[in-house]
């Protein structure tokens, strides 16, 4: 089994739970708003509000880097099913664009389903 930890842009969090859906993963767990950077420096929807007159946007600029709002959603999978849902957290996500997302893919040794006791694979169905 493996964990899949996928760090998406707030405004594609509804279009990828569709796409999991859609692709067979019914079961997901997101966490709210989360703030983080990858190595950027620069937000550029931040700047372009700016450039726009956004007082919001104007305010927040100031010296070194700022966390960006993100979503983080996980899931774990059966090992046969891991490419299909990292292509498909992919394909929803990418735009082209800094601040697309990360995956992070990470071993499962073991899972229970508390409600029957049963381990492994069987607790993902």
Known sequence: MKEILAVIRINKMNETKKALSD?????????????????????YQLIKGAQDGYQEAISQLGHGPRLIPKRILTLVVRDEKKELAVQTIMKTNKTGNPGDGKIFILPVAESIRVRTEEKGDTTLD
């Open 23 to 43: 692709a067979g993963f019914s079961g997901f767990t997101a966490a709210g708003k989360v703030l983080g950077r990858g190595k950027g420096l620069v937000d």
